[in-house]
């Protein structure tokens, strides 16, 4: 049986296509996205050790957005894993968890050389990463 070239060519682009696209597309956009941080207090360049938004209603709801926007992909809608990453509604409440939740929202998690969390440090502003913690802390379980 005798292909042209052009014919084999196409071919392998479309289930080169096929096979890619699902995979490219399997988490969505991961980029991260910003956050309207306007209405909370600004909280300068040092990092804040506790929450200094905790059952702030305007941070709540901000963080409500941003968890949404750049964590439930992973997380969970609404805070509730799928199994891919930890289910934050188990993080402690107050500055324990506070201490946990910035550590790993700063950095991120690597072992044996995988990323398993992006570090958002300089990526998202400390309002930002601390109205998702207000947040967070509304849909807790113990």
Known sequence: MKHS???LAALLAA???AVQTPAAHAHGDVVPQA????????LGADWQAANPY????????IG???YNQNCARC???GGVSGGIAPDLRYLPKG????????QRIRKGAVRDGRVYMPPFEGILPQEAMWAIRAWLETVHEE
């Open 15 to 17: 289930l080169l296509l």
């Open 54 to 61: 905790r059952q702030d209603k305007t941070a709540i709801r």
């Open 95 to 102: 500055d324990e968890g506070d201490e946990v939740f910035l």
């Open 75 to 77: 997380h969970g809608l």
């Open 5 to 7: 070239i052009p014919s």
């Open 35 to 42: 956050v309207d941080t306007t209405g909370l207090k600004n």
């Open 64 to 66: 409500d957005s941003a």
